[in-house]
C-alpha cells in the first residue's frame, strides 16, 4: 500500500504489487494521476496526516483481510469517526509536522474572562513572554463564556482561555455544534470559592439552603461540577431544591449586592471583590472541597494545531513559561500589579493580590493565610477530564455511556504538554492518570462508570 492511498478504502490493499490490481508495480499505481484513493504527492500536510491514518490501521489490522471486512461493513466515515475517538490523529499530525521552522501565523487574537484563573496568559502580555517567541498576540477580554465559545467556533479567536470542561463539551457537540478544540494546559489549580450573601452569615449549613439562588458561570464550568457536588453531599438535589443561574464572572458581585442570588460559586478575585465591596463573605474555598482541582485550561482549536505547528509550539512554550513564573508565590505580588489594569482584570491591586498570595479578608472579621489558595500547574491530566466526564454524565450534561479516556486524550494534550515541558526543563508527570479525593470520596479513574452509579443524587440517562 502506497502512503498516498486511502487506508479507509476497504477495495486497497495494505501490501501486495499494486493495491488497485490495475498497475505492474505500485509505483506505476502512485505514477498514475487517475488512481482511486490517491493525494497529491506534493501536499506534505496531507501526505503526513495519511502516513500517521496508515500506520494506526495496520497497527489495529495486521491481517488485511480483517480491515477490508471491516470498512465494508461499517463504511469509511463511520469507521473514521469511531477511531477518531480512540486516536488524536490531529494531535499526533501536529507533532509529527512540528519543526523549529519559520512562524506560520505571528498575529494571534486570544480570548479571555478577565479573572485570575486566567494568570499565565494574561501576565505573558505585559510580561513579554509572547514577544519573546516572535508572537503578537492580542488579549481580547470577552464578556462571558457563551462568547467565548461562540468565537473560537466562529474561528475569530486563535485560541482562548476556557473553562477546563469547555473544550470537553465543544469537542463532544454538547451545548454547541462539534469542532475539536484541544486543552494545551491547565491554567490554574483551585482558586475559586462559594460566597454567600452577608445575610447568610449565621446559615452556613448548606443542609438548610433549600430554596437559595446561586450563581455559576457557566454550565460546562468547574464551578458548576463542585457547587453540584457540595449540594448534593448534604442532600440536596442541585436541579430541584437550589436555583442554579449562569451569570457571568463580572456581573457576580453586582447580583448579590442587588439581592438577586444568595450566593454563587465563582472565580478569583471576583469572590475576593465581593468582601472588598462588603457584599459577602467567602463560605468556603473550593479547595476545601477538591484540593488541586482544576478550574481553567488554555485551549486551541485542532485545525489551528493541524495549520500552524510552529506557532503552536512558540505559543505552549510562553504559556508554560508563565506558568512556571506564576507557580512561585514571591513572583504573585508583581504578578497582582501587572494584572490588575484595566485593559486586563479592571480590579484593585490589593484585590488581586489578596486572592494571588492567599492572605486575605474572608468577609467574616478574619485575616486567613492559605497558600495554595490558588496554583499555577500547568500539565492536563487524563484523568482531570475523566472526572470532569463523570460528572457531566451524573447530572445528565451527556446520555448513556461514556468513553471517558478515549474522549480525555482526544481533547487534552498531555505527550504535548510532557514534549513541551521538558524542553524547558521542567518536570512533568511520568504518569497519565492519578486519583482524587473529593469530599472524601475517591476517584479512581480505572472505575469511572461505578464512580458516577455510587452517587444516590443523580441524574443520570
Same mark, same amino acid.
Given at each position: 500500500m502506497s502512503v498516498h492511498d486511502d487506508p479507509f478504502n476497504p477495495y486497497v490493499?495494505?501490501?501486495?504489487?499494486?493495491?488497485?490490481?490495475?498497475?505492474?508495480?505500485?509505483?506505476?499505481?502512485?505514477?498514475?494521476?487517475?488512481?482511486?484513493?490517491?493525494?497529491?504527492?506534493?501536499?506534505?500536510?496531507?501526505?503526513?496526516?495519511?502516513?500517521?491514518?496508515?500506520?494506526?490501521?495496520?497497527?489495529?489490522?495486521? *491481517?488485511?483481510?480483517?480491515?477490508?471486512?471491516?470498512?465494508?461493513?461499517?463504511?469509511?466515515?463511520?469507521?473514521?469517526?469511531?477511531?477518531?475517538q480512540l486516536v488524536p490523529f490531529g494531535a499526533l499530525e501536529a507533532m509529527a509536522q512540528e519543526t523549529n521552522g519559520a512562524l506560520e501565523k505571528k498575529d494571534l487574537k486570544v480570548g479571555f474572562i478577565p479573572i485570575t484563573c486566567a494568570t499565565p496568559l494574561i501576565m505573558a502580555d505585559p510580561l513579554g513572554f509572547y514577544a519573546k517567541e516572535g508572537l503578537n498576540v492580542q488579549l481580547m477580554k470577552t464578556a462571558g463564556w457563551a462568547l467565548i465559545r461562540?468565537?473560537?467556533?466562529?474561528?475569530?479567536?486563535?485560541?482562548?482561555?476556557?473553562?477546563?470542561?469547555?473544550?470537553?463539551?465543544?469537542?463532544?457537540?454538547?451545548?454547541?455544534?462539534?469542532?475539536?478544540?484541544?486543552?494545551?494546559?491547565?491554567?490554574?489549580? *483551585?482558586?475559586?470559592?462559594?460566597?454567600?450573601?452577608?445575610?447568610?452569615?449565621? *446559615?452556613?449549613?448548606?443542609?438548610?439552603?433549600?430554596?437559595?439562588?446561586?450563581?455559576?458561570?457557566?454550565?460546562?464550568?468547574?464551578?458548576?461540577?463542585?457547587?453540584?457536588?457540595?449540594?448534593?453531599?448534604?442532600?440536596?438535589?442541585?436541579?430541584?431544591?437550589?436555583?442554579?443561574?449562569?451569570?457571568?464572572?463580572?456581573?457576580?458581585?453586582?447580583?448579590l449586592r442587588a439581592g438577586n442570588i444568595d450566593g454563587f460559586l465563582g472565580p478569583d478575585p471576583i469572590n475576593q471583590r465581593a468582601v472588598y465591596d462588603e457584599v459577602g463573605f467567602i463560605h468556603l474555598l473550593s479547595m476545601e472541597i477538591w484540593n488541586g482541582h482544576p478550574c481553567c485550561s488554555f485551549s486551541v482549536p485542532t485545525k489551528f494545531i493541524q495549520q500552524n505547528p510552529n506557532t503552536f509550539a512558540a505559543l505552549y512554550r510562553a504559556i508554560l513559561k508563565a506558568s512556571a513564573m506564576a507557580h512561585e508565590h514571591k513572583n504573585r505580588p508583581l504578578i497582582a500589579k501587572a494584572i490588575a489594569p484595566a485593559k486586563y482584570l479592571n480590579q484593585p491591586e490589593i484585590v488581586?493580590?489578596?486572592?494571588?498570595?492567599?492572605?486575605?479578608?474572608?468577609?467574616?472579621? *478574619?485575616?486567613?493565610?492559605?497558600?495554595?489558595?490558588?496554583?499555577?500547574?500547568?500539565?492536563?491530566?487524563?484523568?482531570?477530564?475523566?472526572?470532569?466526564?463523570?460528572?457531566?454524565?451524573?447530572?445528565?450534561?451527556?446520555?448513556?455511556?461514556v468513553n471517558y479516556k478515549g474522549i480525555a486524550e482526544q481533547v487534552y494534550l498531555l505527550t504535548d504538554a510532557r514534549k513541551h515541558m521538558q524542553q524547558l526543563g521542567m518536570n512533568p508527570p511520568a504518569t497519565d492518570m492519578r486519583s482524587y479525593v473529593v469530599m472524601g470520596k475517591t476517584f479512581d479513574p480505572a472505575k469511572a462508570t461505578a464512580y458516577v452509579n455510587s452517587f444516590p443524587i443523580r441524574h443520570t440517562a
Open positions: 490493499r495494505l501490501g501486495g504489487c499494486c493495491c488497485c490490481g490495475r498497475h505492474a508495480t505500485q509505483a506505476a499505481h502512485d505514477a498514475d494521476g487517475d488512481a482511486d484513493g490517491q493525494i497529491d504527492a506534493t501536499d506534505a500536510q496531507q501526505l503526513s496526516r495519511r502516513a500517521i491514518e496508515t500506520a494506526v490501521m495496520r497497527a489495529i489490522f495486521p *491481517n488485511d483481510g480483517e480491515r477490508r471486512r471491516f470498512l465494508r461493513a461499517v463504511g469509511r466515515n463511520t469507521a473514521l469517526a469511531a477511531l477518531s461562540d468565537k473560537v467556533i466562529n474561528g475569530e479567536y486563535d485560541a482562548s482561555h476556557m473553562l477546563a470542561p469547555m473544550p470537553i463539551a465543544i469537542s463532544m457537540g454538547v451545548g454547541s455544534n462539534a469542532m475539536p478544540v484541544n486543552v494545551m494546559t491547565i491554567q490554574n489549580i *483551585n482558586g475559586q470559592a462559594i460566597v454567600l450573601a452577608l445575610k447568610h452569615k449565621t *446559615n452556613r449549613d448548606p443542609k438548610n439552603w433549600k430554596g437559595f439562588k446561586f450563581a455559576i458561570p457557566f454550565d460546562y464550568s468547574i464551578h458548576n461540577m463542585l457547587l453540584r457536588y457540595y449540594l448534593a453531599q448534604a442532600g440536596l438535589d442541585p436541579d430541584r431544591d437550589v436555583q442554579l443561574r449562569v451569570v457571568p464572572p463580572p456581573d457576580m458581585v453586582a447580583n488581586v493580590q489578596q486572592a494571588l498570595t492567599g492572605t486575605f479578608a474572608d468577609g467574616l472579621g *478574619n485575616v486567613r493565610t492559605v497558600p495554595d489558595r490558588v496554583d499555577f500547574q500547568p500539565f492536563p491530566w487524563y484523568s482531570m477530564a475523566m472526572w470532569i466526564l463523570t460528572q457531566m454524565q451524573r447530572w445528565g450534561y451527556v446520555k448513556g455511556a
